[in-house]
């Protein structure tokens, strides 16, 4: 069975300062993998994907993050964080066959202004 | 509707009452997921449906918990005799057909239905 997980439970930052968080999954053949954001109040949103080729992926305001095969890993970074950042970020993995994801535990980020 | 509506948003319950949790998926919407998320646990999957497919109920933690879905739409996820451990968020989401998991990831969420259970 696939898990995921996130080593950071809470990371607290300020304004400008760089973000990685990590993310490392157990499955080893081909996977999809994703980083989902929970803002204060709101639902779930997707924030970047990684399904195949370059394995550095952009996503949105800012966030990129990198799969690296050979660590199981898909750190998700920033360059320079704002306080909107604040939010909670879930690591989630698909194998391709199976019909639902497999989420880590989430990090919990405070960006301080 | 505009995204994916849940109800209730609050639902404070007794030991050993019996709990129901609606789900309105994106309209247009097949594929139907149920997960639940505790403090400091993560997203634990539930139950899929897709379509009139017999629905994958692998992530059911006990017989307590059962979930339909009517019509291929509306989907009720139903908690008998609830226990303290059952307090979390329930979370649906729902994507498209041309929107499967293993195509494009993206699974669209309700703001979810939090329970606790006194």
New interface residues.
Partial sequence: AQSVSQHNHHVILSEAASLELGCNYSYGGTVNLFWYVQYPGQHLQLLLKYFSGDPLVKGIKGFEAEFIKSKFSFNLRKPSVQWSDTAEYFCAVNDGSARQLTFGSGTQLTVLP | GA??SQSPSNKVTEKGKDVELRCDPISGHT?L?W?RQSL??????LI?F?GNSAP?KS?LPSDRFSAERTGGSVSTLTIQRTQQEDSAVY?C?SSSPLQ???L????F????SRLTVL
């Fill in positions: 995204g994916v594929a997921y997960y400091g646990q993560g997203l634990e999957f899929y897709q994958d992530g979370l989401a499967l998991v293993g494009t990831g993206e699974l969420f309700g703001e979810g």
